[in-house]
């Protein structure tokens, strides 16, 4: 059967989609790029937070639509919305043929009236670069954040064992993948569920050992709990781990931190960031920021204000609080008005913006290794990423006056010339 497989929400989320894809093929099932192309198809959705779970059940709707004109045969539905409001979907959305929670690739293949053989596969989709692949080493989290609804969808962490990491990285790398994305909901406490003795620097060392010299490892989503010194100056010696660590901070009050639950003093906060660029100044880090939580008031906000423009990050990802379902933050008191939030997150990039041009303009003049995203040969350049660009979330490199021959999934040397907030241009070193 020609099956479209539809990915919202994280780069967990592709990972799943990857391996649904793997298990379909080997059904003998083929996946194609466009729903047109398909008799069935399949929305792998997210439910994190309100604005996802309202784009999944959209998503739902217009796969309802066509299948009501007689374009699909069959419809379902997978992941993380299932695993939060499954009862309910069903109820609502009747049409729908199968529904199955995240990982439950078994009652997929059912539903299709194929057999799934149990072992791990990992596929490809049909728009997925072979150069950047994202490697997930853990499922679920036990960090209980006030705001955060992932642990009721997720479940508690699982650690993949590191043969099964290392072979899969090493699978992503044959199918061409020069920089590999390390991700799970938090990387520092992959290993410590299992009782094997194997944490996150273990898993680095086996990674490094493993891989061919110019392979990028680039980690994603690290808890600021348990970023010791010791991870930072492994990750700083790394041969292939590049010098970019994403550190989710949510705040800089101590106050509003507790609320949150999340246990750091915005003192040993400071210290994390302060000792990575005492190892290497040209760490590269990234954070995330929530705005407006409950309990917010402007001596809390101007806190992480100050916090942020002491650290100087060198990318932000910020939003404002939502109220999920189910969460302890849902019904505490001190809700801010989404007037005051809106102003406060304007308020918090724009200062971000000045420190990220500052950043950015640190390297005006320095060559930078690139690994190129997209050619326009037509146009005579090229888009790529450095160690400092991480992909979909970060800025872009444009590269001038490139070689013919150039294509995606090259590393090239860079020469950087412009600096912009997000972007940079620079050209090719011959």
Not at 303 to 311: A, G, R, S, T
């Given at each position: 059967?020609?099956?479209?497989l539809?990915?919202?929400g994280?780069?967990?989320?592709?990972?799943?989609?990857?391996?649904?894809?793997?298990?379909?093929?080997?059904?003998?099932?083929?996946?194609?790029?466009?729903?047109?192309?398909?008799?069935?198809?399949?929305?792998?959705?997210?439910?994190?937070?309100?604005?996802?779970?309202?784009?999944?059940?959209?998503?739902i709707?217009?796969?309802?639509?066509?299948?009501?004109?007689?374009?699909?045969?069959?419809?379902?539905?997978?992941?993380c919305?299932v695993?939060?409001?499954?009862?309910?979907?069903?109820?609502?959305?009747?049409?729908?043929?199968?529904?199955?929670?995240?990982?439950?690739?078994?009652?997929?293949?059912?539903?299709?009236?194929?057999?799934?053989?149990?072992?791990?596969?990992?596929?490809?989709?049909?728009s997925?670069?072979?150069?950047?692949?994202?490697?997930?080493?853990?499922?679920?989290?036990?960090?209980?954040?006030?705001?955060?609804?992932?642990?009721?969808?997720?479940?508690?962490?699982?650690?993949?064992?590191?043969?099964?990491?290392?072979?899969?990285?090493?699978?992503?790398?044959?199918?061409?993948?020069?920089?590999?994305?390390?991700?799970?909901?938090?990387?520092?406490?992959?290993?410590?569920?299992?009782?094997?003795?194997?944490?996150?620097?273990?898993?680095?060392d086996?990674?490094?050992?493993?891989?061919?010299?110019?392979?990028?490892?680039?980690?994603?989503?690290?808890?600021?709990?348990?970023?010791?010194?010791?991870?930072?100056?492994?990750?700083?010696?790394?041969?292939?781990?590049?010098?970019?660590?994403?550190?989710?901070?949510?705040?800089?009050d101590?106050?509003?931190?507790?609320?949150?639950?999340?246990?750091?003093?915005?003192?040993?906060?400071?210290?994390?960031?302060?000792?990575?660029?005492?190892?290497?100044?040209?760490?590269?880090?990234?954070?995330?920021?929530?705005?407006?939580?409950?309990g917010?008031?402007?001596?809390h906000?101007?806190?992480?204000?100050?916090?942020?423009?002491?650290?100087r990050?060198d990318?932000?990802?910020?939003?404002?609080?939502?109220?999920?379902?189910?969460?302890?933050?849902?019904?505490?008191?001190?809700?801010?008005?989404?007037?005051?939030?809106?102003?406060?997150?304007?308020?918090?990039?724009?200062?971000?913006e000045?420190?990220?041009?500052?950043?950015?303009?640190?390297?005006?003049?320095?060559?930078?290794?690139?690994?190129?995203?997209?050619?326009?040969?037509?146009?005579?350049?090229?888009?790529?990423?450095s160690?400092?660009?991480?992909?979909?979330?970060?800025?872009?490199?444009?590269?001038?006056?490139?070689?013919?021959?150039?294509?995606?999934?090259?590393?090239?040397?860079?020469?950087?010339t412009?600096?912009?907030t997000?972007?940079?241009?620079?050209?090719?070193?011959?």
């Open positions: 059967m020609k099956i479209y539809l990915t919202l994280c780069a967990k989320n592709r990972v799943d989609s990857e391996c649904l894809a793997g298990a379909l093929k080997a059904a003998g099932h083929e996946l194609v790029p466009e729903v047109e192309q398909a008799q069935a198809a399949i929305v792998n959705t997210c439910g994190f937070i309100r604005p996802a779970v309202e784009e999944s059940i959209e998503a709707l217009d796969l309802e639509e066509l299948r009501q004109k007689g374009e699909l045969e069959k419809i379902g539905v997978v992941g919305l695993n939060r409001y499954r009862e309910g979907l069903t109820s609502e959305i009747p049409s729908v043929d199968f529904w199955a929670e995240t990982e439950d690739w078994e009652s997929v293949l059912k539903s299709l009236a194929t057999p799934l053989d149990g072992a791990r596969r990992r596929g490809s989709l049909p997925t670069p072979k150069y950047t692949r994202y490697l997930k080493i853990s499922e679920g989290c036990g960090n209980r954040c006030a705001y955060c609804a992932i642990p009721s969808i997720r479940g508690p962490l699982r650690s993949l064992p590191v043969d099964v990491i290392v072979k899969e990285a090493q699978q992503l790398v044959g199918e061409g993948a020069r920089e590999l994305c390390v991700v799970g909901q938090d990387l520092t406490v992959y290993g410590t569920d299992n009782g094997a003795g194997k944490g996150l620097i273990e898993l680095l086996a990674l490094e050992s493993s891989l061919p010299y110019d392979i990028w490892i680039r980690l994603l989503y690290l808890h600021p709990t348990r970023v010791t010194n010791k991870l930072l100056e492994r990750v700083a010696a790394g041969r292939q781990i590049i010098p970019y660590l994403d550190i989710p901070v949510q705040h800089g101590p106050e509003i931190l507790v609320h949150m639950n999340r246990d750091i003093k915005p003192g040993a906060l400071r210290s994390i960031f302060r000792t990575a660029r005492e190892i290497n100044p040209d760490f590269t880090l990234r954070t995330t920021c929530m705005v407006g939580f409950p917010e008031k402007k001596k906000f101007d806190n992480l204000i100050d916090f942020v423009k002491e650290v990050f990318r932000m990802g910020a939003f404002t609080f939502y109220a999920e379902e189910g969460t302890p933050a849902e019904c505490m008191a001190g809700q801010v008005s989404e007037a005051t939030k809106k102003k406060r997150l304007d308020t918090l990039m724009r200062v971000q000045e420190i990220s041009f500052e950043r950015q303009r640190s390297f005006v003049g320095r060559e930078l290794r690139v690994l190129v995203d997209r050619v326009v040969p037509e146009e005579g350049f090229a888009e790529g990423r160690f400092r660009e991480a992909p979909e979330v970060d800025g872009l490199i444009e590269i001038r006056n490139i070689r013919k021959d150039i294509k995606e999934g090259d590393m090239i040397n860079v020469k950087i412009e600096a912009m997000h972007d940079m241009a620079g050209e090719e070193v011959l």
